[in-house]
């Protein structure tokens, strides 16, 4: 049976998933990502509250453990992200620093990015520069240390961008966000959007629109030709502006879903199926990521946890990594 990653390379797409530090310790995660998989992504390992939750010394121990995991076997990696640019994700101490002008905080990024981006280049071919940085029900831009001392988010992110490509001249460069089709606000795509032109109109080194396709499955009515219509027309306008995509955190939240597990399985793979058809028929999609192989390893089961208590199965391998429906669900649709 062919891996997802031939599958995909056929089509000139590259199949990955989410991996973190201790699943590097797990024989059996290793060799599913080995088997399926062509690129890796950091879970959190890149994330600057990792690298660096205090002014202090920088972390890279995590971030480049897995890039050696991916130099060692012959993958490639995603770098997520620079700038998470939300406070709720920020270091407390970003967060309390007042920078005493522009340059200041301009300054400060450049250190921190430069650093980060810089590494680990002959493996890491792409990076989320900036994540969600436009919230989800006005679609206005989230306010940070940062875009309070430089006059805006935009003015932050053109900056992130700069350096970046600066730091990491042969990545292609993402900013990364959640609005997703089937539950996403109008305002939020509108306000990605706007920034994505905005960016575009200034120049700012970008290459990519992240979709990250957390996806919120209620049941399969939820699936309506409006909302495919509107996101579609959001897509059109993203790709005609010359942007690539990346789905970047593909995975299928089952919060609403009946507990059966079979019957989950099923409409997890169906809706796998119609998304991924969707979204492969743009040839701009480049890279397709789950968020984790298998439901054991899925955030989803302690982020947000069923009300029933019972087990998510948002992921392509079950806990006991057998695949599910999902699995060739996404092996159909490549
Ligand atoms: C999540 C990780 O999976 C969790 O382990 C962590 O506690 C929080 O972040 N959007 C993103 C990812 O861009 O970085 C998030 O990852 C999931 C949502």
């Given at each position: 049976k062919p891996s997802l990653a031939e599958l995909a390379r056929a089509k000139g797409l590259r199949v990955g998933s989410a991996m973190n530090a201790r699943q590097l310790d797990d024989a059996n995660y290793r060799a599913l990502i080995l088997r399926e998989c062509e690129t890796i992504v950091a879970e959190n390992e890149h994330k600057m509250y990792v690298i660096q939750p205090d002014p202090g010394p920088m972390?890279?121990?995590?971030?480049?453990?897995?890039?050696?995991?991916a130099r060692t076997n012959g993958l490639k990696m995603r770098g997520h992200t620079l700038v998470w640019h939300h406070p709720r994700w920020l270091p407390d101490w970003i967060n309390e620093t007042e920078f005493s002008s522009p340059s200041a905080a301009e300054a400060e990024l450049r250190r921190y990015i430069s650093a980060v981006a810089s590494r680990n280049q002959d493996v890491i071919y792409s990076w989320d520069v900036v994540n969600e940085a436009v919230d989800e029900t006005t679609g206005e831009y989230r306010e940070?240390?940062?875009?309070?001392?430089?006059?805006?988010?935009?003015?932050?992110?053109?900056?992130?961008?700069?350096?970046?490509?600066?730091?990491?001249p042969g990545a292609t460069l993402a900013y990364n966000d959640y609005m997703s089709w089937e539950g996403g606000s109008a305002n939020h795509r509108t306000g990605v959007l706007r920034l994505l032109e905005d960016l575009h109109k200034r120049g700012t080194p970008i290459d990519a629109l992240g979709v990250q396709s957390h996806s919120n499955q209620d049941m399969p009515d939820e699936f309506t030709p409006a909302k495919k219509r509107?996101?579609?027309?959001?897509?059109d306008d993203v790709t005609s502006m010359g942007f690539d995509i990346y789905l970047?955190?593909?995975?299928?939240?089952?919060?609403?879903?009946?507990?059966?597990?079979a019957l989950r399985d099923r409409i997890i793979a169906a809706y796998t199926e119609e998304y991924l058809g969707m979204m492969l028929e743009y040839e701009e999609v480049k890279?397709?990521?789950?968020?984790?192989?298998?439901?054991?390893?899925?955030?989803?089961?302690?982020?947000?946890?069923?009300?029933?208590?019972v087990e998510k199965r948002p992921a392509p391998y079950d806990s006991r990594f057998r695949p599910k429906p999902m699995r060739d669900a996404i092996a159909r649709a490549l």
């Open positions: 972390n890279f121990a995590p971030s480049d453990a897995l890039a050696d995991f940070t240390s940062y875009s309070r001392a430089m006059g805006g988010a935009p003015e932050v992110i053109d900056a992130c961008f700069r350096i970046a490509r600066d730091a990491a509107a996101w579609r027309a959001f897509v970047t955190e593909f995975d299928v939240n089952d919060t609403r879903l009946p507990p059966d597990p890279d397709l990521l789950v968020w984790g192989m298998t439901d054991r390893d899925s955030w989803l089961q302690t982020f947000l946890p069923r009300e029933d208590g």
